[in-house]
């Protein structure tokens, strides 16, 4: 891709569960290394979710969807409420945008967190991907 100014970015965290009963609360966090420079921000617009079985293909049973999704840059959760990612697996685009960018700045570490919402046990081993769509901004 050509250089320039901002540059698109996709930026993801993956996490691998085990079929297994998660008590309601249960958070799984990933941190995401952005390799920005000081001069640089990332503005993240939307979010993507991906709920995949073992296999490879999309989950069957609803109370595996049942999880919340949190990003926080630096100290702050962005927004301060969590996104459902049933919600947004469910959705068609699987996509929720953004009213306003999250702005993550040089040195703040950029963290997705899945809670579990449901008691009840996982059917089966899965994976949940939550895509941030993204750009890189050169500052001035």
Do not use: C
């Amino acid at each position: 891709m050509a250089n320039q100014n901002p540059q698109p970015a996709m930026l993801n965290a993956r996490f691998d569960l085990a079929a297994t009963t998660y008590a309601v609360g249960t958070t799984f966090t990933k941190t995401i290394l952005t390799q920005q420079a000081y001069n640089q921000l990332i503005y993240v617009y939307a979010v993507q979710v991906e709920m995949l079985d073992d296999n490879g293909g999309s989950l069957g049973t609803v109370s595996d969807r049942e999880w919340d999704i949190q990003i926080t840059s630096g100290p702050n959760s962005v927004p301060t409420n969590n996104f459902s990612a049933r919600y947004i697996y469910d959705r068609g685009d699987k996509t929720l945008a953004l009213s306003s960018p999250v702005v993550v700045t040089h040195r703040q570490p950029l963290q997705v967190h899945i809670e579990r919402k449901d008691g009840t046990a996982v059917s089966e081993r899965m994976t949940v991907i939550v895509n941030l769509v993204s750009e890189l901004v050169q500052m001035a």
